[in-house]
């Protein structure tokens, strides 16, 4: 289950940063990645939620700032 | 498109980015809100149409100035919020007087009018509505200073429309998926991001067939079978008694509608044929009924046989002179639907639904495939003229060769100069015609007035007649003339695929060189610029005996000594000129 789920994670994150999945790992924050700003961070928060159909709270979205946090968060909602 | 998932959306665009050739469609969107990623949905569902699109979302909150850089884009599309219009819009809103709400309503009246005029030469705006839908979910409100200022506004917006310009109601899309699915509150509290991806793919999804009608890519055709489809029943099973076909039943309710539709679509401009596995002299007897709304001749051709539907589609296509991606099928039965996707998967295939009330339905989205900028004369004409043209292609079995065909036409063509011809069939013309067109340039109503303004250019159009009937203005040449070096330049020359094999465009073109050969231009050149659909005249110019001076794999260049040319012998053609 989980590593379904960290495959389905980097694919997302690949395909809004438009990076290679070699240079990503689960844990980077959006301080290492240059091109994870808040826009693309609503892209990435728009396709995980329609990807596992979900939904963060109010509070979390901001909080959201690192692949590991968001695995995290992830596995409490599905 | 909607069923690819944002991520995968995101994926696909980037590969599309690099296997796209062909001129570039650039799309702006300004906006008072966050609007990413409707760009990426945007930019990968045109890319997946073959358009080479690039949209880019104009700056937050900055339409006044955004509209000015957008100017010199091929497409507009205008979000303001009214959810949004000014900060803290929805707290202040309820507390502001008379006077103070007029006030705004003003300054915003006169913002949408500064935008429109910036916006005015873009060959194509798409401009939302104001709407009072976000933020509000409570019918018997009687805070009614939200909806004054969205009616009013939207007032605004319908008085001063222009040409160009598409007015989409967003709030039909609520409607359909409900509120809580389009309009994201968090994301709007916390980027002022009001819209879900949900929200973006459907919009883009409604948009879609304005975008195609401005880059040509309209459907033409709509294929209809009978049984079941445009009645209820079998005739050949059930009899005419039997079958559904007007006021007079429930079922037969649902189909008078359809006709009323269909009719509508025919008054647009869209040629309607019939595909039907049936004897003829059934289907007849349902069309002789008086109680029945359509007639055989609101049809532009008839299948009524028992072939493949296949081999009957492509027999339409061939006798309209139509592409088949300009095709919609409409049929009740899986089995053909299915077959004609695999056989012919340009052609866009509907089934009528299982639950008869749906079917209206279905149709308000077969609207939405045929849109087109508002019907010009020629278009409600276009049955008409399609019938004699299967009246002329009878009539050429009877001569030996074809020039006994031409000479037997009494063809006429009527030249239009700036003055007497029409401008927007002349930019519809540029908008529409795929086959015989040398440089597929397409031009808005106001780029053509451009032209007959400028000195620069020389713009004709020709009307063409014969003995059956009249085709209307189908053909247009513009030249820039660049008076220093005496050289002319032909920038557009297309005909529509109505006029084609009649060797009208020899005659057109040798009238127009004619007109040069005493003035003191010299040279004038040519182009031929490749597309998926123009293959039929790359060799135009070599028939007319222009030289050849430069190719490669889509474009093509062309030069002609004016004291050179050899005017071409005038038979079965009559050539008059209507220049005042």
């Not at chain 1, 790992?25 to 995980?48: C, G, P, Q, R």
């Not at chain 2, 966050?34 to 700056?59: F, K, M, Q, W, Y």
């Not at chain 2, 979000?79 to 309820?94: G, K």
């Not at chain 2, 397409?442 to 400028?454: C, D, G, K, P, V």
Request: hydrophobic share 40%.
């Amino acid at each position: 289950m989980s590593n379904d789920l960290e495959i389905k994670l980097i694919k997302i994150f690949c395909s809004v940063l438009e990076i290679k999945e070699s240079n990503l790992y689960f844990n980077m924050t959006m301080d290492d990645l240059e091109k994870w700003d808040s826009l693309n961070h609503m892209k990435i928060i728009a396709a995980i939620e329609e990807e596992f159909s979900i939904r963060f709270d109010d509070d979390l979205l901001e909080k959201l700032t690192s692949l590991e946090i968001i695995k995290e968060e992830l596995i409490k909602l599905i | 498109m909607i069923k690819l998932t944002l991520s995968e959306i995101l994926q696909k665009n980037t590969e599309l980015l690099s296997s796209m050739n062909g001129p570039k469609y650039d799309i702006g969107i300004i906006s008072n809100v966050t609007l990413s990623p409707i760009n990426d949905i945007l930019e990968c569902a045109l890319r997946l149409e073959s358009i080479n699109a690039h949209v880019e979302l104009g700056d937050y909150d900055s339409i006044i100035s955004d509209c000015k850089n957008f100017s010199q884009k091929n497409a507009v599309i205008v979000f303001w919020e009214l959810t949004n219009l000014i900060a803290d819009f929805e707290i202040s809103i309820n507390r502001m007087n008379e006077s103070q709400l007029n006030q705004l309503i003003e300054r915003f009246e006169d913002e949408i009018k500064f935008v429109l005029n910036e916006l005015k030469d873009v060959p194509l705006v798409l401009w939302n509505k104001f709407n009072s839908s976000l933020n509000s979910y409570n019918p018997i409100s009687d805070k009614t200073n939200k909806i004054k200022v969205s009616n009013m506004l939207n007032n605004v917006l319908q008085t001063h429309k222009t040409p160009n310009m598409v007015v989409i109601d967003l709030e039909k899309i609520f409607i359909e998926h409900g509120i809580n699915k389009v309009f994201d509150a968090r994301q709007f509290h916390n980027s002022k991001a009001p819209y879900t991806t949900l929200f973006y793919k459907d919009y883009v999804n409604k948009i879609l067939p304005a975008i195609f009608a401005a880059n040509g890519k309209t459907k033409k055709v709509l294929v209809l079978d009978c049984d079941n489809t445009l009645w209820g029943g079998v005739i050949g099973e059930d009899g005419i008694d039997s079958i559904a076909i007007d006021v007079s039943t429930k079922k037969g309710e649902i189909f008078s509608y359809i006709h009323e539709k269909i009719l509508d679509l025919k008054d647009q401009g869209v040629m309607l044929a019939i595909c039907s596995k049936n004897n003829y002299q059934d289907v007849e007897e349902v069309f002789d009924n008086k109680n029945f709304a359509l007639k055989v001749s609101d049809f532009s051709a008839l299948r009524i046989n028992w072939k493949h539907k296949m081999e009957n589609i492509n027999s339409i296509a061939e006798e309209l002179n139509v592409g088949l991606d300009s095709f919609v099928f409409l049929d009740d039965s899986m089995f053909e639907i299915d077959n004609i996707k695999k056989a012919l998967p340009e052609v866009s295939c509907f089934m009528v639904p299982k639950n008869i009330s749906d079917y209206p339905k279905l149709f308000d989205s077969l609207e939405q495939l045929f849109f087109s900028f508002g019907a010009t004369k020629e278009d409600s004409n276009r049955t008409k003229m399609y019938m004699e043209e299967s009246k002329r292609k009878k009539e050429s079995l009877k001569w030996k060769s074809q020039e006994d065909y031409l000479e037997s036409l009494g063809l006429e063509i009527t030249i239009l100069n700036e003055k007497t011809l029409t401008i927007p069939r002349a930019a519809q013309l540029t908008q529409k015609t795929n086959q015989f067109n040398l440089t597929t340039q397409r031009y808005t109503e106001t780029e053509i007035q451009n032209f007959i303004s400028n000195k620069e250019f020389f713009i004709r159009s020709f009307l063409v007649k014969d003995k059956f009937g009249e085709y209307g203005e189908t053909g247009l040449i513009i030249i820039k003339k660049d008076i220093k070096n005496q050289s002319l330049d032909i920038d557009t020359l297309l005909m529509s695929c109505r006029v084609i094999g009649r060797k009208i465009e020899m005659f057109f073109i040798d009238h127009i060189i004619k007109e040069f050969i005493k003035s003191p231009f010299k040279t004038i050149q040519g182009k031929y610029i490749r597309t998926a659909k123009n293959d039929q005249v790359k060799n135009f110019y070599e028939s007319i005996n222009f030289e050849c001076t430069e190719s490669n794999e889509n474009e093509k260049y062309y030069l002609l000594e004016l004291t050179d040319y050899n005017a071409i012998e005038k038979k079965f053609i009559n050539i008059v000129e209507c220049y005042e």
